[in-house]
């Protein structure tokens, strides 16, 4: 499927020289959101994961029914303050800013099988804060996942050593 023809480009969002990727005129269309999750399940079935972490707020589009595929759990990343019990926290760098994400202590567990789960790859801070998480936690991973790779911005560099896949790239 060509999932491209169904994304929405919008300039100068959220500031002036950034080109946004809308998936929202993508994921309302009921064929495409079937084939994504059907194309991650494809991708991820063998894989023996455990755990599907969703990273705020797209991630947790995908992941879920991911998860619920897999026969694996879900676990939420989240922004500060969203998550009510003890958290690991760590910060990282936007393209545009900086932030910082959190997951629950107990989360997982040590030595589970985890696929990181988001709707984009661009610079990579936000995967790899995840991924640092993980490790916190004691969890494997066995891939991190997106719908959209922003190749220029060079965000794989920020994961070497790990399983990437994105089901769409922009050069």
Do not use: W
């Not at 910060?91 to 202590?105: A, D, T, V």
Request: aromatic share 8%.
């Amino acid at each position: 499927m060509d999932y491209k023809s169904f994304i929405r480009e919008v300039p100068d969002f959220p500031k002036p020289g950034i080109l946004f990727y809308d998936i929202t005129t993508l994921l309302k269309e009921p064929t495409c959101l079937r084939a994504i999750i059907d194309d991650l399940v494809k991708k991820y079935q063998n894989a023996g994961i455990t755990k599907v972490v969703g990273i705020e707020s797209r991630g947790f589009i995908l992941g879920s029914p991911l998860a619920y595929h897999l026969n694996a759990g879900f676990v939420p990343v989240r922004k500060p303050g969203k998550l009510p019990a003890d958290v690991f926290e760590v910060k990282y760098n936007l393209e545009y800013g900086s932030n910082s994400l959190s997951i629950h202590r107990d989360a997982i567990q040590e030595g589970e099988s985890v696929l990181i789960l988001d709707d984009l790859l661009a610079t990579g801070g936000t995967a790899a804060a995840t991924v640092h998480l993980i490790r916190q936690l004691g969890g494997e991973i066995a891939g991190v996942g997106f719908l959209v790779e922003l190749l220029g911005l060079s965000g794989r560099k920020k994961l070497d050593g790990h399983s990437v896949h994105s089901l769409i790239s922009y050069a």
